[in-house]
Structures are given as structure tokens and as C-alpha cells.
T-cell receptor, first 115, second 109 residues
Framework: GAVVSQHPSRVICKSGTSVKIECRSLDFQATTMFWYRQFPKQSLMLMATSNEGSKATYEQGVEKDKFLINHASLTLSTLTVTSAHPEDSSFYIC???????????FGSGTRLTVV | QQPVQSPQAVILREGEDAVINCSSSKALYSVHWYRQKHGEAPVFLMILLKGGEQKGHDKISASFNEKKQQSSLYLTASQLSYSGTYFCGTEYRDDKIIFGKGTRLHILP
């Protein structure tokens, strides 16, 4: 149980274009999902908290207009990187949790390369 | 707000034990432990809640000292499969999990 599906797993895009990353909870409902970014050999940095049916809460220093988050249903959250630049290249990971077991399951991650 | 993990890196021989520590400057609601293999997403190991508790499965266990706002992860009789980077994630009242910088564990045969 508690499977989170994230795709695409890898994406290469041109500078200035937008990329959408999807995160789905497959066998449970997730009212809250988290989006993290991880640069090589660094920790997972929380970008934003995605709440179903309401606006996402962004961490300090994360541009909300650049990283658009939509949590339209209890099983789907999307992160759109708009007008991507090479410095946005990173590993993006979502996670979702269940109240019943307390832990959080991570998606498999999306490696974004902006060229 | 980011928890502090120590040590930053550990090299062990198979069968040896390791302890990874995680401390916070703020009152904690819970502590999560994850292991991440290179190029993969983190995998949940365990969660420890307020009230001070210990948990464990197999040869991996953890403790949570609420008063000291610290948690420790214990790896006993380490196996090659234990290699990876271990992250503690601290959860505060706002339900966000903030991760430490990680502890790289390398097990030698």
C-alpha cells in the first residue's frame, strides 16, 4: 500500500519552456502533498506544501509564479516549472502521507535538465 | 530550522554498528528516518512520535528524546545493503517535514 507515482522520471527541456510534473497517490487519498528539490549530494529541500482544493504554501525563497502547484484532486498534485532555466535543473520529488501510518511515501522523482 | 545530522559520513566494515544522530533547535512533533540510494527516491524507514519512543525492525532501530529534541538511528551488524544516505526529517506542528543534510554511509565487504 501507500504508493506514490511520479512522472515523468526524466525530462530534458529547452530554456524558456515549461515542464509539468505529476504526482499521484495510487491507493490512498492525500489531502496534502509535498514537493522537494534536491541538488546533487545535497539534502531534500522543501519547496512547497500542496493542499487539495486550496492554494499551495511555498517556502521562503521559492518563487510561486515560477513553480506552479495545482492539487486538483485527492490523488493528484502537479508541479509546473515555468520558463525553465538551466539553474532549475534538479531532482524534483513529491511525497504524500497517510494519517493511518504516519509516514510519508515519496514518488520516484523527476530529473529535470534544462538546456 | 533544518535539523543537524551527525556524522556527515561513515565508513564501516560489514557487521559493524553505526549510530546517526539528528537534533533540532525547535520542539519536535515527530522524527522521520529515510534512506536514499544513489539516483533513487528516499525510502521511509520509520517515524517516531512525541512521547519519547523507540522503534526498530530488523537490525535498524531508532530512539527519540523529546526533551532533548534529538533522535538517533542505530544500525547494528550492518549489511552491504545498508549503504546509502540517511536523512532525518523533523516534523513540527505545521506538518511540514524538514530534512537534515544527510549522513552518507558506506559499508565495505
Amino acid at each position: 500500500g501507500a504508493v506514490v507515482s511520479q512522472h515523468p522520471s526524466r525530462v530534458i527541456c529547452k530554456s524558456g519552456t515549461s515542464v509539468k510534473i505529476e504526482c499521484r497517490s495510487l491507493d490512498f487519498q492525500a489531502t496534502t502533498m509535498f514537493w522537494y528539490r534536491q541538488f546533487p549530494k545535497q539534502s531534500l529541500m522543501l519547496m512547497a506544501t500542496s493542499n487539495e482544493g486550496s492554494k499551495a504554501t511555498y517556502e521562503q525563497g521559492v518563487e510561486k509564479d515560477k513553480f506552479l502547484i495545482n492539487h486538483a484532486s485527492l490523488t493528484l498534485s502537479t508541479l509546473t516549472v515555468t520558463s525553465a532555466h538551466p539553474e532549475d535543473s534538479s531532482f524534483y520529488i513529491c511525497s504524500a502521507g497517510q494519517q493511518t501510518w504516519g509516514g510519508y511515501t515519496f514518488g520516484s522523482g523527476t530529473r529535470l535538465t534544462v538546456v | 530550522q533544518q535539523p543537524v545530522q551527525s556524522p556527515q559520513a561513515v565508513i564501516l566494515r560489514e557487521g559493524e554498528d553505526a549510530v546517526i544522530n539528528c537534533s533540532s533547535s525547535k520542539a519536535l512533533y515527530s522524527v522521520h528516518w529515510y534512506r536514499q540510494k544513489h539516483g533513487e527516491a528516499p525510502v521511509f524507514l520509520m517515524i517516531l512520535l512525541k512521547g519519547g519512543e523507540q522503534k526498530g525492525h530488523d537490525k535498524i532501530s531508532a530512539s527519540f528524546n523529546e526533551k532533548k529534541q534529538q533522535s538517533s538511528l542505530y544500525l547494528t551488524a550492518s549489511q552491504l545493503s545498508y549503504s546509502g544516505t540517511y536523512f532525518c526529517g523533523t516534523e513540527y506542528r505545521d506538518d511540514k517535514i524538514i530534512f537534515g543534510k544527510g549522513t552518507r554511509l558506506h559499508i565495505l565487504p
